[in-house]
């Protein structure tokens, strides 16, 4: 069987779950490293490196795995793989579509609730001994729009949640799924229809080259004034510049983010200046600081994913991709060419 001889090295596993990801490795000589992966701690025997999203994998490191015959990237997301690098030495990066679908959206309606109802303030007042509400009002979601930009898996989640808010949604994608549309009774509009129309905007969308800074800072103008950000997706979606603006002058109410550009130097600074960084990422930095301390946001650590039943998913969808490789059937690689959607 050649499943045998696969050497399948994992970074960036949670601890808790790796007598889990062990068990379902059955057949496979497998390593199992908690920390992400880097050029230092890289198996170089490994025929498979799967990665979740904390561990980049660039050009230079695909070229030093002499025996890299697969990428299993541990998220739907896979802008941490350079993955023309991987196309261009004919390795698939096989991802993980579907895992996370209602836990992405289910976190993107925590932080709409959390900034509509001040939820952060409310009980920080409370814990701090302070039980009165003056000052905490919020606003109802009930008649209000959601501009829903990608509806993909997870955009599509959030509709039906904001369906049962009683909420209108505009939808915009470049791939218009109209018997989705027909099926959860939302409307498309261009993207600047959305902006302008939607009370709350939640971006859910890859990011690509040209996704890269998608709300930036000549459309943020064209937001509806006392609308709010949510961003479950991708960091880079958002100028942090745009946003910092966008907070300062009021025109937005508020931001709700999962993600920010660049969000792992956040806790490491000093790994930001010994990267060699260029002038652009210590201005990101300082905009992501001004963001998260700002007092109408709410910012958790790239969490969305995380719920114990998501985890599972995501281990279990990547063994998949893993036996299947092995079987010479290979599913869910990113760097195949896909068919347009309707
Ligand atoms: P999906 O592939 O099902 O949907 C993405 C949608 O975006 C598609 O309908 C596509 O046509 C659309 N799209 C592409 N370019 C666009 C553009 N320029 N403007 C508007 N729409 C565009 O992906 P899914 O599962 O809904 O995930 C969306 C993103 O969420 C992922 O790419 C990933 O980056 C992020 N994510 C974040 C997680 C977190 O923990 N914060 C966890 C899982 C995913």
Request: overall charge positive; hydrophobic content about 40%; aromatic content about 8%.
């Amino acid at each position: 069987m050649p499943t045998k001889k696969l050497t399948v090295a994992f970074y960036g596993i949670w601890p808790e779950i790796k007598d889990y990801v062990r068990a379902k490795m059955s057949g496979f000589h497998t390593t199992i490293h908690t920390e992400p992966i880097s050029l230092e701690n890289m198996n170089k025997d490994a025929d498979v490196i799967a990665i979740f999203v904390e561990s980049a994998l660039d050009k230079k490191m695909i070229h030093a795995l002499p025996k890299l015959k697969m990428i299993a990237a541990m998220s739907t997301g896979y802008d941490h793989v350079d993955a023309k690098a991987a196309q261009a030495k004919k390795i698939p990066v096989c991802n993980v579509p579907f895992y996370g679908e209602n836990t992405v959206a289910e976190h993107a309606f925590a932080l709409i609730l959390g900034l509509t109802r001040k939820l952060f303030l409310s009980t920080k007042r409370v814990k701090e001994g302070v039980y009165d509400y003056h000052g905490l009002r919020g606003t109802d979601l009930k008649g209000k729009t959601l501009g829903v930009i990608g509806t993909g898996h997870i955009g599509a989640h959030l509709i039906k949640m904001a369906n049962g808010f009683e909420m209108n949604v505009l939808g915009y994608d470049p791939y218009p799924n109209k018997e989705l549309a027909k099926t959860l009774g939302f409307k498309y509009a261009t993207l600047d229809k959305l902006l302008a129309k939607s009370d709350i905007v939640s971006l859910h969308v890859p990011l690509f080259k040209n996704t890269y800074h998608l709300i930036n800072k000549k459309n943020i103008k064209k937001m509806k004034p006392g609308a709010y950000l949510i961003n479950t997706a991708r960091g880079a979606l958002v100028d942090p510049e745009a946003l910092v603006s966008a907070l300062q002058s009021k025109q937005l109410a508020g931001a709700g983010l999962d993600v920010l550009e660049d969000e792992n130097f956040i806790q490491h600074e000093e790994a930001l200046m010994a990267s060699g960084c260029k002038e652009c990422q210590i201005k990101t930095n300082l905009m992501n600081n001004i963001i998260i301390d700002h007092p109408d946001t709410i910012v958790t650590p790239h969490n969305a994913f995380n719920s114990t039943e998501a985890l599972k998913r995501i281990v279990d969808a990547t063994v998949e991709n893993i036996r299947s490789f092995a079987k010479g059937e290979i599913i869910n690689d990113v760097t195949a060419a896909k068919p347009k959607k309707k």
